[in-house]
C-alpha cells in the first residue's frame, strides 16, 4: 500500500490533519490502534480557541459546530467568596472562545473522513514506523490477523501520550521536559443545567472547581484531588456537595445537581519533547506535549501543530519547498511553550498545594486580586485563554 502521510492515531490530531490534506487532494491513510466508538467515547475537553474553530470550518466540519456549540464572549474566576468575569471580547478586539465537546469534533471528523472516502485502519495492532531518516519511510501493522506495510513520503504522529510515534525516535535525539503535579481533577458529567452561563474557575481554601458545560443541558464539573484519590470512593453526593464547598454560597445555592453520567481521574502533568520531528516523522499534539488542564488548551495545541504541519505540507507538494520541514519543530514550539506557560501558571494561581503554607497562600490570593484588579493583568489573562495567534508560514 502507498501514500503521500501516513498519519498514526486517529484522535483529534490526526483526523484533523486527515481532512484538512484530503481536501487539498494530498493523499493520507490513518492508522488507529482503537476501535471508533472506543475513540468516540473518551471525553476530554470542551473549549476551542478562536484558531482551532476556523481552522474546523476551513476542514468543512464546522456546521453541526456552528449551530450546536455555545460561543463564550467571556469566563469567571472566583475566590474569596468574589466572581471575577473575565470578558474575553472586550479585552481582545472580539475575539471569543467555542464550547463544543470534543467528543463532537471527533464525531463530525470521523463523519467527514467516512464520507470522503479516504482510507482509515482501525484495530490495528503492532503500529510500527520505520526508516524514519530515509527517503522511503514505511508504517506496518496488523489487522484481524493480516500484516500491511505502507510505504509513504511523511508520518505524522497523532498517536497521543502513550503512542508508538515518539518512542520510535533513537533514545538520546529527543530531550523531554516534565512537571507532574502533586493533584488531579475528578471530573463528573450530568445532565443538568449549568450553574452560570460561563465558565467558572474557583479557588478556594479546599481545593480548586471548575464549572464547566458542553450544551445548555449537560454539565461538566471538576474538582481538585489528591494525585492518589480512587475514583471509586466519591459518590455522586460526596461529589456534589465538595463541589459547592468551594463555590461563592450564592453559586452553590443556585447549584442543580444530578445523576452522573461519567466520573472519572484525570492526573495533571506538563510535558514537552525537543523537537517534534526525527527524519521524515513529525510528532503532533499529546505524542510531543501535554498541558494540565487549567488553561483549556491541550486539544487547541493538537490543533495548532495540525495547522503548522499542513500548511508546510501544503508548500512542500504545491511548490517543492521541503525547506520547510526542518522549521515545523521550531514553529510549533515557540506557540506551546507559551500554551504551557500559560497552564502551568493557571494551575499555579488556582489549585492548593500541599506544600503550600499561609504566606504561599495570601500570595496566591493577592495576585489573583491584582490580575483583575488591573486592566493589563485581564488582558494578559484574555489573550492567552482566547490563543495566541498561529505563526504564518512563508
Ligand atoms: C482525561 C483527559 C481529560 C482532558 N481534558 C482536557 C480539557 O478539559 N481541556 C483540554 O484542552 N484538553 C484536555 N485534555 C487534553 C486533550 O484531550 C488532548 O490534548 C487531545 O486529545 C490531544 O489530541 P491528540 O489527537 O493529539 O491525542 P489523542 O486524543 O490522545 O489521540 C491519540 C490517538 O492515537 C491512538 N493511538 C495511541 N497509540 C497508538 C498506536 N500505537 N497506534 C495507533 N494509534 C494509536 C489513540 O487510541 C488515540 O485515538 C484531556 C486529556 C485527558 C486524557
New binding site residues.
Partial sequence: MKTQVAI????????LLGQLLHNAGIDNVI????DPD??LG??????LEQGMVDLLREAGVGARMDFEGLVHDGFELAFDGRREHIDLKGLTGGKTVMIYG?TEVTRDLMEARAASGARSFYN?AQ?QPHDLKGDAPYVT?EQDGEQFRLDCDYIAG????????RKSIPAGVLKEFERVYPFG?L?VLADTPPVSDELIYANHERGFALC?MRSPTRTRYYVQVSADEKVDDWSDERFWNELKSRLPERTAAKLVTGPSIEK?I?PLRSFVVEPMQYGRLFL????AH??P?TG???????ASDVNTLFRILLKVYGEGRTDLLEQYSAICLRRIWKAERFSWWMTSLLHRFPEMDAFGRRMQQTELDYYVSSEAGRRTIAENYVGLPYEAIE
Fill in positions: 498514526i492515531g486517529a484522535g483529534p490530531s490526526g483526523l492508522i488507529e490502534r482503537q472506543y475513540v473518551r471525553i476530554r475537553a470542551g473549549v470534543q490495528a503500529v501493522f497523532c498517536d497521543g501520550f502513550h503512542g508508538v510515534s481533577w471530573g464547566s472519572s484525570a503532533l499534539g499529546d505524542a501535554i498541558v488542564p483549556a488548551k491541550g486539544l487547541n495545541l493538537a
